[in-house]
């Protein structure tokens, strides 16, 4: 199962373990954050950039 199904089942734990296992094969460490579905980072994205209306 890749992490990104994993993530959408609710099941953020199991996904990020395998995730901490991929980045100890490449030698290298996971960014700081949270796991979270697409669809919320589209959101949070949109609604970072949204301007005030004036």
């Known amino acids: 199962m890749s992490a990104r199904y994993l993530v959408g089942a609710g099941r953020k734990e199991e996904a990020f373990r395998i995730l901490q296992s991929i980045a100890k094969i490449s030698k ?27």
């Open 28 to 54: 290298t460490q996971l960014p700081e954050g949270e796991l979270v579905e697409e669809m919320q980072v589209s959101v949070l994205y949109l609604l970072k950039s949204e301007r005030p209306v004036s």
